[in-house]
């Protein structure tokens, strides 16, 4: 299959390693993976403590992994499914490009612009010192923002479109927060394929 004919493009973020494709797949490809997820997927809906709040997350989520293990964010833990065929094809192209063996694979679907992430950064002990996150977007396109964790002036924002590669790693989840937020414009479902290793 061939792969990303647009350029690949480096972030200028200090303390950090971010590099986006924007487009990964071309667009045949991205709408059968997109397609194939959309119903396949065992999609479900947890609980999240916020402040001593429980809400419903704003978003679906599903797990995969091929080592059995449990991966636990925001007071959620998730038991992984077996990867299906079309994740691991899609995993395997990743793979290539990341140059990072793979385990685990945690799907959110936002279907509409209501459904969000916050803040947040992917650094979870179970996934190393410096974590490779590979992150596919399929569907609608979706502002993303970084924000440094000590300096505020230090900002990026990004729209992840369908097909794209986000690729993060070095000490990027030591010095980053991101997010997706929510957007009051009318706007189809995404699903996004966050590829880690968890140890």
């Known amino acids: 299959m ?9 972030l200028e973020m200090p303390d ?3 590099v986006y494709f924007p487009r990964f797949f071309a667009e045949k490809a991205a709408n059968h993976y997109f397609d194939i997820l959309f119903e396949e997927t065992p999609w479900q809906q947890d609980d999240i403590r916020v402040f001593g ?29 077996r990867f299906t065929e079309t994740l691991n094809e899609i995993k395997a192209l990743v793979e290539q490009v990341a140059q990072t063996s793979f385990t685990t694979a945690l799907l959110n679907l ?6 969000s992430n916050g803040w947040h ?5 179970e996934l190393g010192t410096d974590p490779v996150i590979a992150s596919i977007s399929l569907g609608a396109t979706r502002r993303f923002h970084f924000k440094h964790k000590h300096d505020k002036d230090l900002k990026q ?18 010095h980053w927060l991101h997010q997706l937020p929510k957007t009051a414009k009318k706007i189809d479902p995404r699903i996004n394929i966050t590829f880690r290793v968890i140890k």
């Open 110 to 115: 936002y279907r509409d612009g209501t459904d």
């Open 121 to 125: 950064a992917d650094d979870e002990k």
């Open 53 to 81: 709040k429980v809400y419903p997350q704003p978003r679906l989520t599903a797990l995969y992994g091929n080592n059995g293990k449990p991966y636990s964010y925001s007071n959620i833990t998730m038991q992984p499914e």
């Open 16 to 18: 950090a390693e971010v």
């Open 2 to 10: 061939e792969l990303f004919d647009i350029p690949p493009q480096t």
């Open 157 to 174: 924002k990004l729209l992840l479109d369908h097909g794209s590669l986000l690729l993060m790693k070095g000490p990027t989840q030591h």
